[in-house]
């Protein structure tokens, strides 16, 4: 069955780091876009990074310059390493694809369970 997996999720003091990946099983072909999303408690799913294809990558403001996302040359694998870290990042991380040839946020229809991040102060 074709799913995506992601792993590597935990608990951590902010200011430490976390990187989490995400696996993909019954896809024959590389993706056009991956992503991470989050959705912090109690409030809605905001859009943190993506790389296309090509190797562009976009961010959102707050993890610029402490996450980065990276992906295996199969273009099926994804990666976030994610340094000082801090209270707010904390959110159920989710790793979505998509063969649609824009990166936007609604483009992307294959979504993994999540993986849950917690920064402690």
């Known amino acids: 069955q074709d799913r995506l997996v992601e792993s590597g999720g935990g608990s951590v003091q902010a200011g430490g780091s976390l990187k989490i990946s995400c696996a993909s099983y019954g896809y024959t072909y590389g993706f056009n876009c991956m992503g991470w999303f989050r959705r912090p408690p109690g409030k809605e799913r905001e859009k943190v990074a993506t790389i296309a294809r090509d190797g562009t990558t976009t961010y959102v403001d707050s993890a610029k310059g402490r996450f980065t996302i990276s992906q295996d040359k199969t273009k099926l694998s994804l990666y976030l390493e994610m340094n000082s870290l801090k209270v707010e990042d904390t959110a159920m991380y989710y790793c979505?694809?998509?063969?649609?040839?824009?990166?936007?946020?609604?483009?992307?229809?294959?979504w993994g369970q999540g993986t849950q991040v917690t920064v402690s102060s």
């Open positions: 979505a694809a998509t063969y649609a040839h824009y990166c936007t946020s609604d483009s992307f229809n294959f």
